[in-house]
């Protein structure tokens, strides 16, 4: 039996002889030298190849779970897609390019619905900005790219700018391969592929350099382009349930009688995305209560929050977070800690028992008057974030701050209509000013609707407000 190797060995040297792939000196479009050059439109002139390709990719991903649909990054890989759809009856679909032009006409054509996992597919990978124009795209329709299948990795940084944006990619062939295929063939000698060596070290692409750009600013991409590049599992499902539920309201229940709990998560509960709780201050306490509430936060679709600010050494966090009678860990799928004693803390929660997807809200700013954090200790929490990019579900604070970081949740506290301040230093701002020039993602509302005659119908005009002011950030 001919091993996938061999097979892909055969292939490779089919492409040097149709000159899809050169070696010399050529001129790329932006006018620099590459002793290397991949042309693979060609293939569309020899179905042979292109069926035999097709039968490569099906075969690699054969072992791939739950593909819905494909899609190939347009141009060159409209075809590739197109013989592989055929050939594994995976249903395909097509990405316009030129669709905002027109205005008014699809983006995307072909039948797909929201959740369906979709194989992005590619020929030629060099910073992989192809492929994110094309999952930007899908993911504004709700549909998931997390995967993606291409032909060649030039191997100058697409990889980890795709895993930068929440994407896997699968290679057939890196260059290094292919030149190793070609050079055990002698279609190429070993000077060649040293200098193919210097010049893929010589040029990596900055993975910095795609996140810089204004257009992945955080404050102008929508919650749902959002779900992909979120690291932490919470984080993505708070984006999934901001999107499907339009809102980004987080309502903070500091009440201290249980039914009062109870009563409120029913009432608010479809306006809002996060019910967050300071568990310790309900005065008639008892872990009956838990089961109630997250029966009521499943049916409701939000997310439990408990804003227990955990601030000891690892160990002490360790039983607060995880025993005690409020057992947290075993139903607060957020927790809000802070930065003040260092990585113990993170540590601490990653690794207590508890639920599986759990995510943690770092704090860097305060909306208390007189608050002692500086602008140091606010740089400092952000640089601990990074070092927990899984466990780190976003940041509370009052500025917008990690605007590089989308994936990332900006979960402001200190919202209210009436009231401009209370009596013991809380400041308050508009759902209007949070979002549009605080940098909120998430704002929180407690007062301002517990204290309301009716919570409900503060809570959706709180809702309302705060959507209406989040969409106009995304046309500014
Ligand atoms: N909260 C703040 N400000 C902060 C932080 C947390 O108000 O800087 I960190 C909490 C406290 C309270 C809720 O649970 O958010 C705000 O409630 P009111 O909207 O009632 O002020």
Redesign the pocket.
């Known amino acids: 039996m001919v091993s996938f190797d061999d097979k892909l060995k055969a292939f490779s040297i089919e492409l040097f002889k149709i000159n899809a792939v050169k070696f010399g000196e050529f001129k790329t479009k932006v006018g620099l030298m590459t002793p290397v050059y991949c042309d693979l439109r060609i293939i569309v002139s020899y179905p042979k190849l292109m069926e035999r390709l097709a039968d490569l990719l099906i075969e690699y991903f054969g072992t791939f779970k739950d593909i819905d649909i494909i899609c190939g990054v347009p141009y060159t890989a409209l075809p590739i897609a197109t013989a592989v759809s055929i050939k594994s009856s995976i249903p395909m679909v097509m990405r316009r390019k030129e669709a905002k032009d027109y205005g008014t006409k699809k983006l995307i054509e072909g039948v797909y619905n929201e959740g369906d996992k979709c194989l992005i597919i590619e020929d030629v990978v060099t910073s992989g900005s192809s492929i994110l124009e094309t999952v930007k795209d899908l993911t504004d329709l709700g549909i998931k790219c997390n995967e993606t299948i291409v032909l060649l990795n030039r191997e100058q940084g697409g990889a980890k700018i795709l895993e930068n944006n929440g994407i896997v990619m699968h290679a057939l062939l890196t260059l290094t391969k292919l030149m190793e295929f070609l050079r055990e063939d002698k279609c190429i000698n070993d000077k060649t592929v040293e200098q193919v060596r210097d010049y893929i070290a010589s040029t990596q692409v900055d993975p910095s350099i795609l996140l810089k750009t204004p257009s992945e600013d955080r404050l102008t991409l929508s919650f749902l382009t959002r779900t992909n590049l979120a690291k932490n599992p919470v984080a993505a499902e708070l984006f999934q349930i901001m999107a499907t539920k339009q809102t980004n309201l987080c309502v ?1 229940a ?1 009440l201290t009688i249980s039914t009062d709990i109870l009563n409120l998560a029913e009432q608010v509960g479809p306006y809002i995305c996060v019910f ?1 709780t ?1 568990i310790d201050i309900i005065e008639d306490f008892h872990p009956n209560l838990l089961k109630p509430l997250q029966e009521i936060a499943e049916r409701h679709n939000f997310i439990l929050f408990e ?1 227990r600010k955990f601030a000891d050494i690892g160990k002490t966090v360790e039983l607060q977070y995880s025993k005690g009678i409020y057992q947290v860990s075993s139903w607060a799928k957020l927790v ?1 800690a802070h930065s003040i004693t260092g990585k113990g803390v993170l540590d601490a929660i990653k690794e207590s028992v508890g639920l599986e997807k759990r995510g943690v809200f770092l ?1 860097a700013e ?3 008057a007189g608050s002692l954090i500086n602008e140091n200790y606010t740089e400092a929490t952000l640089t601990l974030a990074e070092q927990y990019p899984e466990l780190i579900a976003g940041i ?1 604070c009052q500025s917008p701050l990690f605007l590089q970081t989308p994936g990332l949740i900006q979960l402001t ?4 209509l009436e009231a401009k301040s ?1 009596n013991l230093g ?1 400041q308050y701002n508009s759902p209007e000013s949070v979002i549009l020039e605080k940098g909120a993602d998430v704002a ?5 609707i517990t204290k309301s005659a009716k919570p409900e119908i503060a809570a959706e005009k709180y809702k309302n407000l705060l959507w209406a002011a989040y969409s106009k950030r995304l046309q500014k």
């Open positions: 903070a500091d967050k300071h804003d809000t704090l305060t909306s208390a509370v506290p200190g919202v209210q209370d809380q929180v509302v407690g007062r301002g």
